[in-house]
């Protein structure tokens, strides 16, 4: 069955460096998305993605995010200089279509801690 | 404010035993409504999906209720198992929005014992 995948499954870093997310959607799937969960708390919406450009983005994803389908396979989330607060499970998922019915499948997350 | 609510916050049952979650919203105006498993590490799993006109829906030994009229649903599970074990998470989205209508509960944590 086909999955979505994320690497790495944690990543460690330290305050103000860059890091960069990776994401495998499903492979005939056309939107992607972001997502975030501090730990104890709800899964927020960061951005959405489609046709190699972005169609949503929530005030979480400042400045500091941005997104990006460098192939045809890879949909990567970067953090510019990252801050305590953004340690978090961040979750990928994609979807067939764009509709508000449409069923996202999400990714098994990467854990970002930041030092 | 959208707002989902969920309860309760955590759960402990024994294997066999059934067991009913609580989700209430202020969504509006009102498009779905998603239950979703997830497991502990691991991203959430789609349960079901319901819209306005859909008042249950099941997925094996989950049931899911909808009352579009007192914003409530809940998720029924039947002959709980081990596996069962994971938080569930409500998650409303409201209507005209894209991904970033989705509004998402806290979830219950849900823990079988043998």
């Known amino acids: 069955e086909p999955e979505v995948t994320q690497t790495p499954s944690h990543q460690v870093t330290q305050m103000g460096q860059e890091v960069i997310l990776r994401c495998v959607p499903i492979s005939n799937h056309l939107y992607f998305y972001w997502y975030r969960q501090i730990l104890g708390q709800k899964v927020e919406f960061l951005v959405s993605?489609?046709?190699?450009?972005?169609?949503?983005k929530s005030e979480i994803f400042d400045d500091q995010f941005s997104v990006e389908r460098p192939d045809g396979s890879n949909f990567t989330l970067k953090i510019r200089s990252t801050k305590l607060e953004d340690s978090a499970m961040y979750f990928c998922?994609?979807?067939?279509?764009?509709?508000?019915?449409?069923?996202?499948?999400f990714g098994p997350g990467t854990r970002l801690t930041v030092l | 404010k959208n707002q989902v609510e969920q309860s309760p916050q955590s759960l402990i049952i024994l294997e066999g035993k059934n067991c009913t979650l609580q989700c209430n919203y202020t969504v509006s105006p009102f498009s779905n409504l998603r239950w979703y498993k997830q497991d502990t590490g691991r991203g959430p799993v789609s349960l079901t999906i319901m819209t306005f006109s859909e008042n249950t829906k099941s997925n094996g030994r989950y049931t899911a209720t909808l009352d579009a009229d007192t914003k409530q649903s809940s998720l029924h599970i039947t002959a709980s198992q081990l596996s069962d074990s994971a938080s569930y998470i409500c998650?409303?989205?409201?209507?005209?929005?894209?991904?970033?209508?989705?509004?998402f509960g806290k979830g219950t944590h849900l823990i079988i014992q043998p």
């Open positions: 993605f489609y046709n190699n450009e972005i169609s949503e």
């Open positions: 998922a994609s979807s067939a279509a764009g509709s508000s019915y449409n069923e996202q499948f």
């Open positions: 998650v409303v989205m409201y209507s005209g929005g894209g991904a970033d209508g989705l509004t």
